[in-house]
């Protein structure tokens, strides 16, 4: 496991309100799906129905709360509306809590295991 950053700031209420907000924006799993279609590259609107199975219109509005919180950009293209991520931190993010669920689970399997040993 990599060392941790540390950064020294002040939690100050306007700052974790920020916080909260983003964190709010991903904890809808549909927009998750749709950052994991962005994770190779920008994808037009019709692109991104055919990789996340979202109808149109539900996926045009968790794109714009994606957009609303900093976290996809996009861009026109002629008639089109290429989307993409503003910043890969967030699929780091991702990667991050799928670890520690992975190392949650592997405890809970321990501790199912030992008992079944007893």
């Known amino acids: 496991m990599s060392p941790r950053r540390t950064v020294t700031r002040q939690a100050t209420p306007a700052l974790l309100e920020r916080v909260a907000t983003r964190f709010r924006a991903l904890a809808e799993p549909a927009r998750l799906s749709v950052l994991h279609a962005l994770e190779d590259g920008e994808r037009t609107v019709s692109e991104l129905v ?7 219109g539900n996926l045009s509005k968790h794109l714009q709360q994606l957009y609303a919180a900093g976290f996809v950009t996009r861009r026109r293209d002629g008639l089109f509306v290429q989307y993409a991520l503003a910043d ?17 689970v592997a405890a809970e399997r321990a501790v199912i295991l030992g008992a079944r040993k007893r």
């Open 88 to 104: 890969e931190g967030v699929l780091q993010l991702c990667t991050l809590m799928c670890d520690r669920l992975d190392e949650d």
């Open 50 to 56: 055919e990789l996340t199975g979202l109808a149109q």
